[in-house]
């Protein structure tokens, strides 16, 4: 089973969730883990022996650029994880700006699946993006009334 982890900004957040990536690695079930991370804490993923391969997201982009680069930006890394068919994802961001890019990017590969089981995949993608998104529409719901 091929694992991808999701950690975008925050340095301190991700130093703190190395141990979780280690008892990841030695798990007996998966094969590999991939890490998806913000540019700007490059220097502490670099050589992290828990991590097989890093793809980079420029989080510059997605916290302060214009809507049409963070769409660019959603879509440019959203067709490389594509094609890396992780089987399991943990999303240690839990920030709702990318609980709306993880829905949004779900939505597009479920466009462009080929098989039932891609579909599934996708979905459930989607899935998890939309439980974030949902938390924060029922938080603004709750606000208001």
């Not at 991700?14 to 798990?27: D, E, V, Y």
């Not at 660019?72 to 943990?90: A, N, P, T, W």
């Amino acid at each position: 089973m091929k694992a991808l982890v999701i950690k975008i900004a925050a340095i301190g957040d991700f130093l703190m969730a190395t141990p979780a990536l280690r008892a990841l690695k030695q798990a007996p079930q998966v094969s590999g883990v991939d890490l998806l991370a913000g540019r700007s804490i490059a220097a502490a993923v670099a050589g992290n022996p828990d991590v097989d391969r890093v793809f980079y997201l420029d989080d510059r982009r997605i916290f302060h650029g214009l809507p049409w680069s963070k769409a660019l930006e959603v879509l440019r890394i959203s067709r490389r994880l594509r094609r890396e068919k992780s089987d399991v994802g943990f999303n240690f961001h839990p920030d709702w700006r990318f609980n709306i890019i993880l829905f949004l990017a779900g939505s597009i590969m479920c466009g462009q699946d080929q098989k039932m089981d891609q579909l599934i995949l996708f979905r459930g993608i989607q899935w998890m993006g939309a439980g974030g998104v949902m938390k924060l529409a029922f938080t603004i719901i709750g606000e208001i009334f």
